[in-house]
């Protein structure tokens, strides 16, 4: 596929794997939780920051298809707080004019999360401002893997022939149809893996993992990544002409 070379600028869509949570807890000889609730309100502020530094995609890791293994207590707590940011943040995001989406698999969430979630994807639905996208229950390979379910249905209906299927035609059936791809992906916490986080989409996207943990990241922190991967170039596999 050719793709434009694009002017060194900065990122429309940038993506964050917020890691490093628990770490900040234990430092703090807190339980791992207290250290997501400090998570949570980081999230504001980075949402806050987009509009100014010209970020019009802002697309979040909070619940990934492995957090599961985690004990009992840690998932019913972040479940329990995703619950309350939805509740608490909705009409903040909704005056801020934020359009927010969720990407995942709702099927294993709790009803009342997955109301909560509808509920505000439908207040925020006419907002033009950041849109943000918060991963919850999102595995890239359990994506791409619900997707070919999806496109196989469309072939067994006559829908579609499997002469068209390209790379054009699979990211249609993936939770981020209507997104633009990462332009740049951080990961905060000093881990350099991507941990099954927009597989297909990040393709071409530039990283930064910055050794912050998640609940000491800032707007400024943001900004100075951003001023960075303005001065990369991005070849998309071409040469410099
Ligand atoms: C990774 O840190 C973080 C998570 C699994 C949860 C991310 C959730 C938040 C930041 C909470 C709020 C999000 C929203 C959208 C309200 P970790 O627990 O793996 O940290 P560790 O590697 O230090 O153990």
């Not at 793709?3 to 900065?10: C, I, Q, T, V």
């Not at 299927?165 to 209507?178: A, R, S």
């Amino acid at each position: 596929m050719n793709k434009p070379l694009r002017e060194s600028k900065g990122p429309r869509h940038v993506a964050i794997i917020m890691d490093g949570n628990g770490r900040w807890a234990t430092m703090r000889g807190r339980p791992r939780l207290f250290g997501h609730h400090a998570g949570a309100k980081r999230v504001r502020e980075v949402v806050e920051a987009c509009p100014d530094l010209g970020i019009k995609y802002l697309t979040i890791f909070a619940f990934s298809t492995e957090n599961w293994k985690r004990t009992q207590v840690e998932v019913a707590g972040l479940m329990s707080l995703f619950r309350r940011y939805i509740s608490k943040e909705a009409r903040a995001l909704k005056e801020r004019n934020v359009q927010v989406r969720f990407i995942g698999d709702r099927v294993r969430l709790d009803r009342k999360l997955t109301a909560l979630m509808d509920e505000l994807e439908q207040l925020t639905a006419d907002c033009t401002g950041t849109n943000l996208t918060i991963a919850l229950n999102y595995g890239g390979r359990d994506e791409v893997a619900r997707a070919t379910q999806r496109l196989a249905q469309d072939v067994a209906d006559g829908k579609l022939d499997p002469a068209d299927v390209d790379e054009e035609t699979l990211p249609k059936y993936l939770d981020t149809h209507v997104l633009p791809d990462p332009d740049l992906v951080i990961r905060t916490s000093g881990e350099a893996r991507i941990s099954n986080f927009l597989l297909w989409q990040s393709a071409y996207a530039e990283y930064e993992f910055v050794d912050t943990l998640w609940p000491d990241f800032t707007g400024e922190e943001l900004g100075r990544l951003v001023t960075s991967y303005g001065k990369r170039e991005r070849r998309y596999g071409a040469v410099k002409t």
